[in-house]
């Protein structure tokens, strides 16, 4: 890419630019002439500048927009610009016109085709330019966009990834080339990721969704490490494309963060209203990469490993007001069976012959979780979790977990363990942190799971 250096996903949440706008295309009717074909241009530009009109933040100050998120985002730069730049990429190169035709149809799915319209590719691009021209600046005069600081991310220069996107499209060609309408268009694909690499994948993309080649797991892995290098959100890959999951298993640790009922457990503040709503959104939450129905499957399974084990209610309910820091609106089990009821809710949507089988526990991690529960139950005896609430014994809560790492199950008892440890604000040491991210990478958790309490280590 050339020109303004902006960190895409601050600006999109999904796809945009030509890509984005081959997108509208696939999902109109076809144009039955050219002043139609135009029309979905700027409806396409008006539907953008409806949903992110600058007019509202005009009148702040830098710092003001700084704190609301306005840095740098598309609120100054607008679709058109990115548009702009992207047709410029395509007309102003060395491309043939029959390259640019043939992935322009490939993208658009041939709904409209410049050439049976009396138009070069070239001059149908110049066309969507000069709508472009005529839209209003949206820019803000005398301000310029500066890196977030929270994202400061910015895409890859174009000889840093311009070979790994041409060998995916050299993949697709010796997997998939068949699924194209043209047998030309890999290699018209390759020649715009030659030339431009960030748009070139996005067409790519497009291509792929628009004629449902089935990608499988691991090259939809690369595809979003490819996405992520370039700053794009997920959603850009993820969107309408036809992925082969791989089937539902629990026991896949492959999410970055918390998860199951620790999960749940850490998403629950002092106004949650520990509603179904609640619990849906939890099980809702698939990480990006995971089989539909992870989420709801793991939090599923860690909910019947406690329904079906020895503790009594007031045990499960001292356990999940500790690690929550909030009480369940009912007690013991029958919160339990609500947690349980909405993720197979969940589940009969996405994975309707999934079966919920609870695996065996891995109980060879068992002492060694429960020698680091004890040291930190030695010092919290007297503590109490949420005073203002419904208190809840320190004390109760550490019982409650040697209960779960020795006889239920070490992992969910680790996990566990970790919220409360937030709850309770154990201060850890710099030995004990590095203990517990061991214990972490032993049961194959998420690169940040851990991390998590990474805040309550000493002298940090």
Do not use: N
Not at 77 to 98: I, K
């Amino acid at each position: 890419m050339t020109g303004r250096q902006e960190p895409y996903y601050v600006d999109y949440d999904a796809d945009f630019g030509l890509s984005g706008l081959t997108e509208a295309f696939t999902l109109s009717p076809a144009p039955k002439d050219t002043g139609a074909a135009l029309g979905l241009v700027t409806a396409k530009l008006d539907a953008y500048d409806l949903e992110c009109a600058v007019d509202g933040v005009g009148h702040l100050s830098a710092d003001e927009r700084s704190i609301l998120g306005f840095d740098i985002s598309h609120d100054e730069w607008g679709y058109a610009d990115d548009l702009r730049e992207d047709v410029r990429g395509l007309v102003e190169s060395p491309l043939t016109d029959e390259a640019i035709r043939t992935v322009w149809r490939a993208a658009a799915g041939g709904a409209w085709d410049p050439a049976a319209h009396g138009m070069s590719a070239r001059d149908w691009l110049r066309r969507v330019d000069g709508i472009c021209v005529a839209r209003p600046h949206r820019r803000i005069p005398g301000r310029r966009p500066a890196p977030s600081a929270l994202w400061d991310h910015r895409p890859p220069a174009a000889d840093e990834v311009r070979d790994d996107v041409v060998a995916e499209i050299r993949f697709c060609r010796e997997r998939s080339a068949g699924s194209f309408p043209s047998p030309d268009t890999p290699g018209a694909l390759e020649e715009v990721a030659a030339r431009v690499p960030e748009l070139g994948f996005r067409l790519f993309l497009r291509a792929l969704k628009t004629h449902s080649v089935r990608i499988d797991k691991e090259w939809y892995d690369r595809l979003q490490a490819l996405a992520e290098r370039f700053g794009h959100s997920s959603a850009l890959v993820d969107s309408g494309l036809d992925i082969v999951w791989p089937p539902l298993d629990p026991a896949r640790r492959d999410t970055t963060w918390d998860f199951g009922l620790s999960g749940l457990a850490g998403k629950a503040h002092w106004d949650w209203r520990a509603s179904r709503e609640e619990i849906r959104s939890a099980a809702d939450g698939d990480d990006v990469g995971q089989t539909p129905g992870s989420a709801a499957a793991v939090l599923l399974e860690d909910t019947l490993r406690l329904l079906g084990s020895a503790l009594p209610d007031a045990a499960l309910s001292a356990l999940w007001g500790g690690a929550s820091g909030v009480p369940g609106p009912v007690e013991g089990r029958d919160w339990l069976r609500l947690i349980a009821d909405v993720c197979r809710e969940r589940l009969r949507e996405v994975a309707p012959a999934y079966r919920p089988v609870v695996a065996p526990a891995r109980t060879e991690l068992a002492d060694v979780v429960l020698r680091e529960v004890r040291e930190v139950a030695s010092t919290v005896m007297v503590r109490v979790i949420s005073p203002h609430w419904r208190p809840v014994l320190a004390v109760d809560v550490t019982d409650a977990l040697e209960h779960v790492v020795t006889r239920i199950d070490p992992d969910l008892g680790f996990r566990l363990f970790l919220r409360v440890l937030i709850e309770l604000s154990v201060p850890l040491t710099q030995e004990q942190y590095d203990r517990y991210g061991a214990i972490g990478e032993r049961i194959g958790y998420g690169a940040y799971h851990v991390s998590d309490v990474d805040h309550l280590t000493e002298a940090r």
